[in-house]
């Protein structure tokens, strides 16, 4: 039988490994600060948003995750990985934080936190121009649509009965529609748009967008219980909203102002 001055000295233990597990849980922005470096996750291959330039990397995600550094007063680190393991990334702490499109669902918020959503746009279904058997999102049923797996766009095309074929990105859905490889993409309606200015001529047309719940929203991705850090993220967002740096970034990108508020 155990005593209750061991049951006592058990709870005390129990509670402070609690605290302790708390505060390490909480200390993600003082590793961070300390570091002087916040490392970020990101595609490094998905115009607008996170590409290579000149033998740069830049795009609007890379340029919201510098602004948010600097105003957490650090530097920005990116480490570039593909998509479909982006996320997987984070579990194993490469990085602190992923930005790069991510949408905020609720199967990812169930294993993840999310920042103030920095973004929205639509999904975009993509045709070749000579395809008239796709107008609608209906249409998908029994299609072939390129998409990476793990995306919402993916998951979207499915939910109407395509069968999907898995790329790593953006440009390589293009490609495989371009080459009849596939009969769709559904893909963000900022990266189509952004990929029509470049390519004026390619014979690709969006024939429909997303609406309602199907319109993407994305936040910047963090691990579980970093309270702190995610606060410090959403008070930089709204700084940089504020400040008019979000203004210039966006109209770099996009030509137009797409805040979310």
Known sequence: MISLSFRSVLAAGLLQLAALGVAHAQSGLNDIRKAGVIKIGTEGTYAPFSFHQDGKLTGFDVEIGRAIAERLGVKAEFVEGKWDGLIAGLDVKRYDA?????GITEARQAKYDFSDAYITSPAALVVRNDNTSIKT??????????????????????????????????????????????DATVNDKLSYLDFKKQKPNAPVQAVAYASGKDVNASGVLLRKNNPELRDAINKALKD?????TYKKISETYFGVDVSTQ
Request: net charge positive; no cysteine; glycine share 8%.
């Open 137 to 182: 999102f209906e249409d998908l049923k029994g299609k072939r649509s390129a998409n990476t797996l793990t995306s919402n766009f993916g998951k979207l095309a499915q939910s109407y009965g395509a069968e999907i074929v898995p790329v790593q990105g953006f440009n390589e859905s293009v490609d495989l529609l371009l080459s009849r490889r596939v």
């Open 240 to 244: 940089i909203r504020a400040d008019g």
């Open 98 to 102: 992923v930005i790069n499109q991510v």
